[in-house]
Protein backbone atom coordinates (compact mmCIF):
# COMPACT_ATOMS: atom_id res chain seq x y z
CA UNK A 1 0.00 0.00 0.00
CA UNK A 2 0.97 3.79 -0.96
CA UNK A 3 0.04 6.41 1.53
CA UNK A 4 -2.32 8.33 -0.61
CA UNK A 5 -0.70 11.89 1.01
CA UNK A 6 2.45 10.59 -0.62
CA UNK A 7 1.12 10.19 -4.10
CA UNK A 8 -0.99 13.24 -3.91
CA UNK A 9 1.54 16.71 -4.67
CA UNK A 10 0.64 19.97 -3.08
CA UNK A 11 2.10 19.43 0.18
CA UNK A 12 -1.01 19.81 2.73
CA UNK A 13 -4.78 18.63 1.77
CA UNK A 14 -7.74 20.91 2.17
CA UNK A 15 -8.35 18.44 4.96
CA UNK A 16 -5.31 19.21 6.62
CA UNK A 17 -6.26 23.36 6.38
CA UNK A 18 -9.97 22.72 7.33
CA UNK A 19 -8.66 20.52 10.23
CA UNK A 20 -6.52 23.69 11.68
CA UNK A 21 -8.58 25.92 14.03
CA UNK A 22 -7.61 29.35 16.15
CA UNK A 23 -6.79 29.24 19.70
CA UNK A 24 -10.10 29.34 22.44
CA UNK A 25 -11.67 27.34 24.06
CA UNK A 26 -11.62 23.46 22.44
CA UNK A 27 -15.18 22.43 21.19
CA UNK A 28 -16.87 19.40 21.81
CA UNK A 29 -15.97 16.80 19.04
CA UNK A 30 -19.53 14.64 20.24
CA UNK A 31 -21.28 17.84 19.33
CA UNK A 32 -19.54 18.45 16.22
CA UNK A 33 -20.07 14.96 14.82
CA UNK A 34 -23.66 15.78 15.92
CA UNK A 35 -24.40 17.99 14.39
CA UNK A 36 -22.48 16.59 10.60
CA UNK A 37 -24.61 13.47 11.39
CA UNK A 38 -27.98 14.94 11.67
CA UNK A 39 -27.27 17.46 9.04
CA UNK A 40 -26.39 14.50 6.52
CA UNK A 41 -29.36 12.56 7.51
CA UNK A 42 -31.98 15.83 7.32
CA UNK A 43 -29.86 16.54 3.57
CA UNK A 44 -30.51 13.39 2.17
CA UNK A 45 -34.22 13.38 3.48
CA UNK A 46 -35.34 17.17 2.02
CA UNK A 47 -32.18 18.74 0.13
CA UNK A 48 -30.06 21.61 1.23
CA UNK A 49 -32.90 24.22 0.41
CA UNK A 50 -35.39 23.00 3.17
CA UNK A 51 -32.83 21.99 5.24
CA UNK A 52 -33.45 24.11 8.62
CA UNK A 53 -30.79 25.01 11.08
CA UNK A 54 -33.66 24.64 13.72
CA UNK A 55 -34.49 21.10 12.87
CA UNK A 56 -30.26 20.30 12.54
CA UNK A 57 -30.00 21.48 16.02
CA UNK A 58 -33.07 19.45 17.34
CA UNK A 59 -31.82 16.13 15.89
CA UNK A 60 -28.23 16.76 17.25
CA UNK A 61 -29.35 17.50 21.18
CA UNK A 62 -27.46 21.02 20.81
CA UNK A 63 -28.74 24.35 20.76
CA UNK A 64 -28.99 26.78 17.69
CA UNK A 65 -26.23 28.95 18.74
CA UNK A 66 -23.89 25.89 19.28
CA UNK A 67 -24.40 25.53 15.22
CA UNK A 68 -23.90 29.15 14.75
CA UNK A 69 -20.60 29.46 16.31
CA UNK A 70 -19.47 26.84 14.18
CA UNK A 71 -20.76 27.75 10.83
CA UNK A 72 -21.62 31.29 10.14
CA UNK A 73 -24.42 30.03 7.32
CA UNK A 74 -26.64 27.44 6.69
CA UNK A 75 -24.72 27.01 3.79
CA UNK A 76 -21.35 26.80 5.54
CA UNK A 77 -22.91 23.97 7.76
CA UNK A 78 -24.50 21.78 4.51
CA UNK A 79 -21.03 22.12 2.53
CA UNK A 80 -18.94 21.30 6.02
CA UNK A 81 -21.38 18.15 6.73
CA UNK A 82 -20.59 16.93 3.07
CA UNK A 83 -17.00 17.48 3.43
CA UNK A 84 -17.32 15.09 6.60
CA UNK A 85 -18.03 12.31 4.13
CA UNK A 86 -14.12 12.62 2.50
CA UNK A 87 -13.40 10.73 5.79
CA UNK A 88 -14.45 7.28 4.23
CA UNK A 89 -12.30 8.32 1.35
CA UNK A 90 -8.99 5.55 1.36
CA UNK A 91 -5.49 7.07 3.05
CA UNK A 92 -3.72 4.19 0.90
CA UNK A 93 -4.02 2.91 -2.42
CA UNK A 94 -3.31 -0.90 -3.21
CA UNK A 95 -0.64 -1.25 -5.50
CA UNK A 96 -2.32 -3.75 -8.23
CA UNK A 97 -3.33 -3.12 -11.67
CA UNK A 98 -4.44 0.17 -12.56
CA UNK A 99 -7.99 -2.17 -13.74
CA UNK A 100 -8.08 -3.84 -9.88
CA UNK A 101 -7.68 -0.60 -8.13
CA UNK A 102 -10.52 1.12 -10.28
CA UNK A 103 -12.88 -2.06 -10.04
CA UNK A 104 -12.56 -1.93 -5.84
CA UNK A 105 -12.70 1.97 -5.65
CA UNK A 106 -15.87 1.64 -7.97
CA UNK A 107 -17.41 -1.37 -6.63
CA UNK A 108 -16.94 0.03 -3.28
CA UNK A 109 -18.75 3.54 -4.14
CA UNK A 110 -21.74 1.32 -5.80
CA UNK A 111 -22.00 -0.81 -2.76
CA UNK A 112 -22.05 2.07 -0.44
CA UNK A 113 -25.00 3.55 -2.08
CA UNK A 114 -26.55 0.44 -3.15
CA UNK A 115 -26.97 -0.96 0.75
CA UNK A 116 -29.97 1.75 1.55
CA UNK A 117 -26.83 4.12 2.81
CA UNK A 118 -28.58 7.69 2.91
CA UNK A 119 -25.68 9.36 1.56
CA UNK A 120 -26.54 7.91 -1.89
CA UNK A 121 -28.93 10.45 -2.06
CA UNK A 122 -26.92 13.53 -1.26
CA UNK A 123 -25.17 14.06 -4.18
CA UNK A 124 -28.01 14.18 -5.94
CA UNK A 125 -30.12 16.59 -4.17
CA UNK A 126 -27.00 18.70 -3.94
CA UNK A 127 -26.82 18.48 -7.55
CA UNK A 128 -30.56 19.73 -8.00
CA UNK A 129 -29.65 22.86 -6.41
CA UNK A 130 -26.18 23.54 -8.69
CA UNK A 131 -28.03 26.41 -10.35
CA UNK A 132 -29.89 28.41 -7.66
CA UNK A 133 -27.49 28.28 -4.97
CA UNK A 134 -24.09 28.12 -7.29
CA UNK A 135 -22.25 29.54 -4.60
CA UNK A 136 -22.59 26.72 -2.47
CA UNK A 137 -22.15 23.97 -5.22
CA UNK A 138 -18.41 25.54 -6.09
CA UNK A 139 -17.77 24.99 -2.66
CA UNK A 140 -19.26 21.64 -2.50
CA UNK A 141 -17.21 20.84 -5.10
CA UNK A 142 -14.12 21.69 -4.15
CA UNK A 143 -14.46 20.35 -1.05
CA UNK A 144 -15.96 17.20 -1.38
CA UNK A 145 -15.97 15.94 -5.32
CA UNK A 146 -12.06 17.07 -6.57
CA UNK A 147 -11.00 15.25 -3.10
CA UNK A 148 -12.79 12.28 -4.69
CA UNK A 149 -11.19 12.84 -8.40
CA UNK A 150 -7.86 13.08 -6.81
CA UNK A 151 -7.84 9.28 -5.65
CA UNK A 152 -8.50 8.02 -9.32
CA UNK A 153 -6.68 10.90 -10.57
CA UNK A 154 -3.52 8.99 -8.52
CA UNK A 155 -4.66 5.42 -9.58
CA UNK A 156 -4.34 6.83 -13.57
CA UNK A 157 -1.52 8.88 -13.36
CA UNK A 158 0.25 5.55 -11.71
CA UNK A 159 -1.20 3.12 -14.37
CA UNK A 160 0.52 5.63 -17.07
CA UNK A 161 3.45 5.43 -15.41
CA UNK A 162 3.89 1.72 -15.32
CA UNK A 163 3.13 1.48 -18.91
CA UNK A 164 -0.18 0.20 -18.46
CA UNK A 165 -2.27 3.04 -19.99
CA UNK A 166 -0.98 5.05 -23.24
CA UNK A 167 1.31 7.71 -22.38
CA UNK A 168 -1.26 10.28 -23.97
CA UNK A 169 -4.10 9.20 -21.34
CA UNK A 170 -6.16 12.68 -20.91
CA UNK A 171 -6.32 12.14 -16.99
CA UNK A 172 -9.16 14.07 -16.24
CA UNK A 173 -10.97 13.04 -19.37
CA UNK A 174 -10.91 9.15 -17.68
CA UNK A 175 -11.25 10.07 -14.47
CA UNK A 176 -14.84 12.23 -15.15
CA UNK A 177 -16.12 9.36 -17.29
CA UNK A 178 -15.39 7.18 -14.57
CA UNK A 179 -17.10 8.83 -12.31
CA UNK A 180 -20.56 10.62 -14.84
CA UNK A 181 -21.29 6.87 -15.65
CA UNK A 182 -20.76 5.64 -11.94
CA UNK A 183 -23.10 8.93 -10.94
CA UNK A 184 -25.71 8.15 -13.67
CA UNK A 185 -26.00 4.42 -13.49
CA UNK A 186 -26.97 4.78 -9.51
CA UNK A 187 -28.96 8.07 -10.20
CA UNK A 188 -31.11 5.91 -12.64
CA UNK A 189 -30.91 2.66 -10.63
CA UNK A 190 -32.00 5.02 -7.42
CA UNK A 191 -35.45 6.15 -9.49
CA UNK A 192 -36.50 2.71 -10.18
CA UNK A 193 -35.06 2.62 -13.93
CA UNK A 194 -31.80 0.64 -14.94
CA UNK A 195 -29.64 2.27 -18.12
CA UNK A 196 -27.62 -1.44 -18.11
CA UNK A 197 -29.34 -4.03 -17.23
CA UNK A 198 -26.92 -6.70 -15.36
CA UNK A 199 -24.21 -4.03 -15.82
CA UNK A 200 -21.81 -3.84 -12.77
CA UNK A 201 -18.67 -1.71 -11.91
CA UNK A 202 -16.11 -4.24 -13.41
CA UNK A 203 -17.93 -3.64 -16.91
CA UNK A 204 -17.80 0.09 -17.13
CA UNK A 205 -14.37 0.13 -16.28
CA UNK A 206 -13.15 -2.52 -18.51
CA UNK A 207 -15.27 -0.44 -20.94
CA UNK A 208 -13.49 2.99 -20.01
CA UNK A 209 -10.02 1.52 -20.24
CA UNK A 210 -10.19 0.29 -23.55
CA UNK A 211 -9.74 3.32 -24.98
CA UNK A 212 -6.43 4.55 -22.70
CA UNK A 213 -4.70 0.69 -22.95
CA UNK A 214 -1.51 0.32 -23.88
CA UNK A 215 -0.90 -1.25 -27.10
Known amino acids: MTPLSDLLHGGATDRDARGHRGPGRPRSVEADKAILDAALA?????????????????????????IYRRFATKDDLVVASLASLNESLPTEIAEG????????????????????NPSGQLFHRVLAHAKTNPQMF??????????????????????????ELRDDTDVELM?????????????????GR????????ADFVDAILRGFLAA
Open 194 to 201: DASPGAGP
Open 97 to 116: TVRDCLVAMVSGWWAQQEDG
Open 138 to 163: CAFYDQVIEPRRDVYRVIVRRGIERG
Open 175 to 191: TTLIISSSVYVLQMRAS
Open 42 to 66: LLAEVGPTALSVEEVASRAGVGKTT
